[in-house]
DNA sequence: GTAAGTGCAAATCGTTTGCAATTTC
DNA sequence: GAAATTGCAAACGATTTGCACTTAC
């Protein structure tokens, strides 16, 4: 999982500038542990530093995302929500009373879904998988 | 899944009122193997009647959705898109390539679904799954 | 005839962008 | 100092909505 430095490091390398704006903008995301949207983002940037704007925070998430770092997730609502990037690929449980977002992973479906793509002659390059629930009644 | 004169009953049911506009959606979607965004299924209702505008698609899309006779899908370009509610939920696999949209079902991947909720006290009220895939290169 | 439904154009929401001003290197 | 990055406000694309007009019942 990147983290700030790895950042850094990342803007050293492809030759971009390490602004104060990406460097917040880093932290907020290496610091939240749920899936911000990006107004979230945005709020908890501008608390570090009032001087970021929302125009910023979406260029750098776009920016981010296409370094890798962030992946952007759109769970139904309209906006989309970010997290850090994980080198595991997980997926997603949303708790459609509450709101909360539980991460997990199977391998066995992963396995499945491979299976499928490849008999019908495909490569897959990613996935989505969403399990919308609500709490279970006991009887 | 529903055709058009299971959509004009439901609209009777529901002391709805069954106008030229809805018939001709309805048809439509009926018609429609594919998975239309809004503006092409405007465009295929206009070319029936051209007096249909784009805010009644939009309406009558609204309204089959709550009525639970067509499926609303985002396949991570930014419309919606539609097609008839079917009975088995099915899952899609997204060609990258040629944007081609293939519907398939996969039991046990439906059952490991339910173990996985069911196991932290949830009930699977709804998923998705999509599967990004590119055709496999041969070596 | 009346309430439901429509078309139109304006409004809304999330997101993107042109441009002049500001930074980082 | 030059090129990259920013803030601002205007532009955008998909979708929704207020309102006067029309239509199904």
Redesign the interface.
Known sequence: MPDSSYIAKLCYDKGLRLTEQRRVIAKVLADANDHPDVEELHARSAAVDSRISIATVYRTLRLFEELEVVTKH?FGDQRARYELADSEHHDH?I??KSGKV?E?E?E??ER??EK???D??????????????????KK
């Open positions: 759109d449980i708790d459609l539980i997990f199977n066995e479906i499945l879904q499928i793509v490849n019908l002659g495909y490569e897959l390059v990613d996935h989505k998988l969403e399990l919308y629930v609500l709490p279970r009644k």
